[in-house]
């Protein structure tokens, strides 16, 4: 396809805007590639190929192309018919799903702010309109869609780098029947960013449920829940912003509360869901201060909304800020010590209690969406991820290295299955072929989650939590010091006097290990599930399962082993899947429409391997399939392959290749495999499909219409001989009387007479009204029309 486009919304003056699939590039190398990305953009051209990868850069605004006719306009067709959109991408995955029976999925990655979101909502929206189905159906697409905004409510928060970003993991499976209809789906999410209920950056927000709620709610409501405006919100205060730019937190509440109601949570259940979210704000209220190297709740009064809206006891959670109960051992006996905390042990047990609150919660409004659309029984699914871009602020914590170690995983994804096996497949089959060099980031997966010989950094950090009592800071440097003596000589990994370096794909991150330990940890205390489960809301309750009598005693799960068993389930996932990506690239940090910061984006071209995939689509073959496969797809091109061949598999590969007069460079028989060169050469065959089958369906359609037709006919047929049947006989009068066919007369009327000839008898004569167009004919006579008008 060559450079000039046509988007539907364009019909005059149509610009040159660099090449629409990278493969064509002149020259590879980062600043061609950025420079030809800057020249779509520019003409708001924000799709670009390199094969089959998309190519997706933010524009920071809404544009004119994502309506009814694009999506037309991409159904059924070929990549190269129309210029690079996300609609083809989706498209392309739902036709292989049909065509392979194959699961699919879409790998969206790239870092914060490059619109991930964004492309994840497009593609689901997209199926959603092309897959059909009735009213059930509609009922779960409706579910899929509606899921965005419930979601997004609970797990999306403003941060410097990005407006919406999602602070969780989501791999959406939505699930088809065997005729393509979307009949179920399944959520499954990732780390939560729980440390932003209860603190938040200069210039960031808390997640948007909390502003929704202040903004969003009746005065009733208001009143009910105790709801003020956000500077009131120690949790909401400390960042000094509460609105964003183009989010009308009012607006979105509604939508929240009408997903909810898709969604099919109950009136009580969405109250309960609401009350729950004021209860953590009133929580944030509560404050110490020291008496005696014990903590004391600074004002009382700040305990009572907080207990009446979790249904607990103000002297209960009053007692469980402050102290908690500890087992101990003496003598060979056990009992339980109740031990005082100080003001810095109790904001911690109040911090976690509410962390744990809205991440509970939000794991049941997932459960609640699976309990909506989930089927027991799965034929086909479309896996869409949309999980947390790579991150580097001025300060990265525990949570920055969690969503960094995931995006580590997922580029490593990408270079086994676009680079690396790719390039042993052609090895493994026999094809000629030239390697070509990538970093392969292994090495950094390893480094943070290897288990031995050396092990990883969660690994250590495992250790850490589990063999030392220190807390705070103690543990932090005992990290430290561990961490020197057992990974400091790996060449991705470096000390430094506040934390350590880890040489990302993307780019050296310094972590800031104050608070490493306390977070891995993600301890709540048994007192304080205790207290939630003597709460008069059986809602609050349900979510605090824990049989505390039943509990194993051993190493607790830490955050990071969980990040680290989700990811790599994740990819499990992802593998059993045939997989389709799309690289989301952003432009700029001022996030305004237009901005170009050309550094910024050559860097993302870098660590994404953009010249690497270029490199291999364009020495490698766009398409390769078993040989089985090919022949059942194809078989339709040639009599003797169709409807079977007979003969060997690689025999009758060839035999259509040449039955198609398919030039010879453009394709390679491996072992196993056929491999075509060039997309188009894999488009005429598709083409070549279809018309074959466009006359076969003709053929169908003929013989079945003359095969309705004639049933109709004799249908018809015998419908008018039941008319008559039995009911063709005379009056009873008539029986004895002779015919008479002269019913006026003519013996007697002369002026009649004189129409017939004088050697002709009149065997019937009647008198009939007979309407035209010129005039009235009143007589018959000899069977011939008469008339007696004029």
């Known amino acids: 396809m060559g450079s000039k486009e046509r988007y539907p919304w364009q019909t005059q003056n149509v610009k040159v805007s660099g090449v629409d699939d990278m493969v064509l590039l002149s020259k590879i190398h980062e600043d061609a590639v950025t420079d030809n990305l800057k020249k779509r953009y520019m003409d708001d051209y924000i799709f670009t190929y390199i094969g089959p990868v998309l190519i997706s850069v933010n524009p920071f605004k809404q544009l004119p192309y994502f309506t009814d006719r694009e999506v037309e306009l991409y159904q059924l067709a070929a990549q190269y018919e129309n210029p690079p959109h996300i609609y083809a991408l989706a498209d392309n995955m739902y036709r292989n799903m049909m065509i392979d029976r194959e699961n699919q999925c879409v790998i969206i990655s790239g870092e914060s702010g490059a619109g991930k979101t964004v492309a994840a909502k497009y593609i689901m929206s997209y199926i959603s309109r092309v897959s059909g189905g009735g009213p059930k159906v509609q009922h779960v697409k409706d579910i899929i869609l509606q899921s965005n905004p419930l979601l997004e409510a609970f797990g999306n928060a403003k941060t410097i780098r990005n407006n919406n970003s999602s602070r969780f993991g989501k791999y959406f499976e939505i699930q088809f029947s065997l005729g393509g209809e979307p009949d179920g789906g399944k959520i499954s999410n990732f780390l939560l960013e729980k440390s932003r209920v209860v603190s938040q950056s200069q210039g960031e927000r808390n997640f948007h449920i909390f502003y929704q709620l202040i903004e969003g709610t009746t005065k009733e409501q208001r009143e009910t829940l105790g709801i003020t405006t956000p500077d009131y919100y120690l949790y909401l205060n400390q960042s000094g912003t509460y609105t964003v730019k183009d989010i009308s937190d009012k607006k979105d509440f509604s939508d929240t509360v009408e997903a909810m109601n898709v969604v099919g949570l109950s009136v009580d259940e969405q109250d309960a869901v609401l009350q729950i979210v004021a209860g953590i704000l009133h929580l944030g209220n509560i404050t110490f201060r020291e008496e005696g190297n014990y903590a004391v709740v600074d004002d009382e009064d700040f305990l009572a909304f907080p207990a009446y809206l979790l249904g607990i006891s103000q002297g209960g959670l009053k007692e469980r800020l402050t102290s908690r109960t500890m087992d101990s051992r003496w003598g060979g006996k056990s009992e339980s010590i109740l031990v005082t905390l100080n003001s810095e042990q109790a904001c911690f047990t109040r911090d976690a209690l509410a962390k744990a609150l809205h991440s509970r919660l939000f794991d049941y409004l997932v459960d609640a969406i699976n309990r909506a659309i989930q089927k027991d029984c799965e034929e086909m699914t479309i896996g869409v991820l949309d999980i947390y871009g790579f991150e580097i602020f001025q300060k990265n914590g525990f949570e920055q290295f969690c969503i960094n170690f995931v995006n580590e995983k997922l580029q490593q994804i990408f270079i086994e299955l676009t680079l690396k096996v790719e390039q042993e497949e052609y090895v493994q089959e026999g094809i000629k072929w030239v390697a070509i060099e990538y970093f392969n980031n292994k090495v950094v997966c390893d480094l943070i989650e290897s288990k031995v010989n050396p092990p990883g950094i969660m690994s250590i950090l495992d250790d850490v939590c589990a063999t030392t009592h220190a807390k705070g800071e103690g543990a932090d440097q005992t990290l430290m010091q561990k961490l020197q003596a057992q990974v400091g000589s790996h060449e991705h ?204 369906a003709r053929i169908i359609q003929k013989a079945w219409r003359k095969h309705t037709a004639v049933r109709k006919y004799v249908r018809m047929r015998k419908e008018a001989s039941d008319i008559l049947l039995n009911k063709k006989e005379r009056r009873r009068n008539s029986l004895n009387r002779n015919f008479t066919g002269d019913y006026i007369g003519t013996e007697n009327r002369p002026e009649i007479q004189q129409f017939a000839g004088r050697k002709e008898r009149i065997d019937f004569a009647d008198v009939v009204i007979k309407y035209d167009r010129r005039f009235r004919v009143t007589g018959t006579q000899n069977g011939s029309n008469t008339d007696l008008s004029s």
């Not at 169709?642 to 030039?663: F, I, K, Y």
């Open 493 to 696: 990994f470096s000390i430094w006097n506040r934390g350590f370096v880890v040489h990302h794909y993307a780019g050296k991150v310094s972590y800031d290990a104050g608070g490493f330990c306390e977070r891995n940890r993600d301890v709540l205390f048994c007192d304080i599930i205790e207290l939630m489960q003597s709460s008069e809301f059986a809602f609050i309750r349900d979510l605090f399962p824990e049989n505390l009598c039943s509990e194993k005693k051993g190493r607790p799960t830490t955050a990071s082993s969980k990040i680290k068993k989700q990811a790599n389930d994740l990819v499990r996932k992802l593998v059993r899947c045939t997989p389709h990506y799309v690289r989301c690239i952003k432009p700029n940090e001022t996030k305004q429409p237009g901005d170009w910061e050309g550094d910024r984006v050559r860097h993302q071209v870098e660590y994404l391997g953009l010249c690497e995939n270029i490199r291999v689509r364009r020495a490698g073959y766009a398409y390769r399939r078993s040989f089985d496969k090919f022949l059942r797809r194809y078989a339709v091109l040639s009599r003797e392959t169709w409807p079977q061949w007979r003969g060997e598999r690689r025999a009758g590969v060839l035999h259509l290749l040449r039955s198609v007069n398919m030039d010879q460079d453009q394709y390679q028989l491996g072992r196993g495999k056929v491999f075509i060169k060039a997309p188009e050469s894999l488009f005429l065959l598709e083409e070549m499909r279809d018309r074959r089958f466009n006359g076969y």
